[in-house]
């Protein structure tokens, strides 16, 4: 099956996902699930945690708030929104943008998985310390985690079931929003991403 048609299979089964806990309010608040978008031959994959009110409006992917900032993280090393993948480790956005619950990411992680297997990127940028708790582990390098204080910004190399990835941990946008100090280290921290271009 072409990349196109396996993505719109994992669509399809989210717009039918009712036994998601969050199925109920994604449709009494005529919210979408949010799949992700960009390219399906991306070099580089981002992930987020779950989508804000915005993007469940839109079905679109770090389109609100946090989206800009992460614009204009990728304006300031020269890389176009179109080349890479933008997704989140859970698709439907939970009520008032509290935290993920476990059992939540649990029941989306796979749909996660598939889109790694068909995009099969070789740099996974992780948006927060859900996306990063989740791929260190998949990629087998779980014994390697550390609070995301401690090794934002760090270059790690892991394994998935196509082979071989570098994962870069990085704080989420949302942290930075409200705090320059914050905005400063995120931005030094995606530097990094250059090297992988
Ligand atoms: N925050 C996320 O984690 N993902 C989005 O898509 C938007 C905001």
Redesign the pocket.
Known sequence: MEKRDQMKQIRDELLDFKVSPLYVYRTENNYFP?IGEGSHDARIVFI?????E??AKTA????????KL?DEMLVSINLDREKVY????VKDRPQN?RDPSFEEIQLYAPFLDRQLDIIRPRVIIM??R??MNYCFEKAGIKEQLEPISKIHGKVFKGKLSYGEVILLPLY???YALYNPNNKVTLFEDFKHVQQFL
């Open positions: 949010v987020g945690e779950a989508p804000g915005q993007e679109r992917p770090f389109c609100g708030r946090s989206g992460l933008i997704t989140n480790l943008n948006l927060g859900h996306s989420h946008p949302a």
